[in-house]
C-alpha cells in the first residue's frame, strides 16, 4: 500500500527511536524534564519567540492560542478553509466560548482588506474581535506559502486594529525550505506560533506553542486543564528535537516528489490538478467526472491510499517515508485504476 493520505503518517526512524530511548527525563508537570525544556529553548530560539511549551497535538497548540487571546463571546479572524475552523472539531466554540469569522480567501490567501473588512467595529453588541489566526503553509488550499508581504499587511492591520496575531505553522518548516525565507522570519509579525513535529519532520508526536513567556507561562495553565500536563514527556521531546536536527532539510525532497506527483497526475485522464501550484508537500487534485470518496475506494483497492477533502478534491501528501520509486509506482496504479 502507498499511503499518500497525511504526512502524519511518518514512522519514527531507527535513529530516532535510539534518541528517544536515550533521552534524559523528568517530571514535566513540575517542569523538570530536561529534555521537554531542552526542545523548548530549541523550537523558542529558532522561532525567534521568547518561550515555547511543548503540546500533545497541533490543535492543542491552536486551542491554547485560542484561548490565550480570547474570552468567551469573543472572534477570531481567519480563513475559510483553515485548520481552526475545519478540522479541530468545533474547539474553539465547544471549549472556548468563541465564535470564527472565516473569510474566504483565494488558494488560502487573504489580503490586507480582506481582513479589515472582517473585522467589526467592535460594538458591544457585536462578537469581540480578538485575534487574527493565519495558516502557513495553508493545508487545504494544498500546502500553499504564504505571501510573506501579505503577512506584514495583515499585521499592520491587526496592529491597528488592537487584535492579536496567530500562526498556525503546522507546517512552517515546508514553508521555510520552500522559499529559503527562514522560519523566525516568516512568524516574526505574529504573537504566537504552533507548530508540529510530527507532521514532514516526522517525530511520532508533538507540537509546540511559542510565544511571550507571560502568555507561554498561562499556556501552561491551560495545558494542564485539558489533561495536556504530561510526565518523563522528555521520550517524545527527544524525538522532535532528533527530528529539527536531522529531517528539516530533507523536507526539499518531499517537495520534488510532491511536484513529480502532480505532473504525473496531470497526464491522467480525469485527473485536473495544476502542477505549477504546488509549492509544498501537498498535492489537492480533482476529478471532476466522478465523486472524491468513490476514487478513494478506487485507489484503494489499487493499492494508493489517499484522502477526500471535496466533492470532486482529494489530497496527496509526500512525506520521508516514501520515496521517488514509490511516487512512480503510486502513478501507475491510479492511471490503471481510473481507466478501469
Ligand atoms: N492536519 C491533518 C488533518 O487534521 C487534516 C492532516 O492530515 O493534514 N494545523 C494544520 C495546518 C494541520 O494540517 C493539522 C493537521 C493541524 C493543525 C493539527 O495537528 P494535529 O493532528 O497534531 O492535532
Redesign the pocket.
Known amino acids: 500500500m502507498i499511503d499518500l ?4 503518517l511518518t514512522r519514527p526512524t531507527d535513529a530516532m527511536r535510539r534518541a528517544m530511548a536515550a533521552a534524559e527525563v523528568g517530571d514535566d508537570v513540575f517542569s523538570e524534564d530536561p529534555t521537554a525544556i531542552r526542545l523548548q529553548e530549541v523550537v523558542a530560539e529558532r522561532l525567534g519567540k521568547e518561550a515555547a511549551l511543548f503540546v500533545s ?6 486551542q491554547l492560542a485560542v484561548r490565550l487571546h480570547t474570552r468567551p463571546g469573543d472572534e477570531v479572524v481567519c480563513e475559510a478553509g ?3 475552523a475545519n ?2 472539531s468545533a474547539a474553539s466554540a465547544a471549549l472556548w466560548g468563541v465564535q470564527l469569522r472565516t473569510v474566504e480567501g483565494s488558494r488560502g490567501h487573504l489580503s490586507a482588506a480582506d481582513v479589515e473588512n472582517a473585522i467589526r467595529p467592535g460594538h458591544y453588541w457585536e462578537p469581540q474581535p480578538r485575534v487574527v489566526a493565519l ?1 502557513n ?3 487545504k488550499a494544498g500546502g500553499v506559502v504564504l505571501r510573506h508581504p501579505d503577512v506584514l499587511a495583515i499585521e499592520r492591520v491587526a496592529r491597528a486594529r488592537g487584535l492579536a496575531f496567530h500562526c ?1 505553522g ?2 512552517i518548516w515546508n514553508a521555510s525550505v520552500a522559499t529559503g525565507i527562514p522560519e523566525r522570519d516568516l512568524v516574526a509579525p505574529f504573537d504566537t506560533v ?1 507548530v ?1 513535529l ?2 514532514g519532520l516526522g517525530a511520532p508526536v508533538g ?1 509546540v506553542l511559542v510565544g511571550p513567556t507571560e502568555l507561554i507561562s498561562e499556556a501552561r495553565r491551560y495545558r494542564k486543564m485539558l489533561g495536556g500536563g504530561m510526565r518523563q514527556v522528555g521520550l517524545l521531546a527527544a524525538a522532535g528535537l532528533h527530528a529539527l536536527e536531522h529531517h528539516r532539510d530533507d523536507l526539499a525532497v518531499d517537495h520534488e516528489n510532491a511536484r513529480r506527483l502532480a505532473s504525473g497526475l496531470a497526464s491522467i485522464r480525469g485527473v485536473s490538478v495544476d502542477p505549477d501550484r504546488v509549492e509544498t508537500n501537498i498535492v489537492m487534485f480533482d476529478v471532476p467526472d466522478r465523486a472524491a470518496t468513490e476514487v478513494v475506494a478506487r485507489l484503494k483497492e489499487a493499492g494508493v491510499l489517499v ?1 477526500a477533502f471535496a466533492r470532486h478534491t482529494l489530497r496527496a ?1 509526500t512525506y520521508r517515508d516514501l520515496g521517488r520509486a514509490d511516487i512512480d509506482a503510486a502513478l501507475i496504479a491510479v492511471a490503471r485504476a481510473l481507466a478501469a
Open positions: 493520505r497525511s504526512d502524519t497535538s497541533g490543535v492543542m497548540g491552536n483553515c485548520h481552526i478540522y479541530e495558516e503553509t495553508h493545508n498556525d503546522a507546517r504552533s508540529c510530527s507532521k507540537s484522502a501528501v
